[in-house]
């Protein structure tokens, strides 16, 4: 059975940074296209970053500068490494694998940016 896993989420103070990380239960090497959303309590769910199979990424505006999403090949693991955070990025975050036309989700984590 398919399985994301993420980790890293937590409270962190506005200016910190956080690494989130996705654990991709052997899809690693199969997987389209990962991509992390995230959904902030009363909005919809939205894209912050994607990589594809072949290192492309792409970021929301509200991200670029401050968050990087990268593949952990010995980790086999998706992670976003996220600086300089605000408290409009407090949100559960997702990990999302597309592979083969089907779309896997993670169960989130809850990441707070607050003083």
């Known amino acids: 059975q398919v399985q994301l896993v993420e980790s890293g989420g937590g409270l962190v103070q506005p200016g910190g940074s956080l690494r989130l990380s996705c654990a991709t239960s052997g899809m690693f090497f199969s997987a389209d296209l990962m991509v992390w959303y995230r959904q902030a309590p009363g909005k919809q769910r939205e894209l912050v970053a994607g990589?594809?199979?072949?290192?492309?990424?792409n970021y929301a505006d509200s991200v670029k500068g401050r968050f990087t999403i990268s593949k952990d090949i010995l980790k086999r693991a998706l992670d976003l490494q996220m600086n300089s955070l605000k408290p409009e990025d407090t949100a559960v975050y997702y990990c999302?694998?597309?592979?083969?036309?089907?779309?896997?989700w993670g169960q989130g984590t809850q990441v707070t940016v607050s003083s």
């Open positions: 990589i594809s199979a072949n290192g492309n990424t």
């Open positions: 999302e694998v597309s592979r083969w036309g089907t779309e896997y």
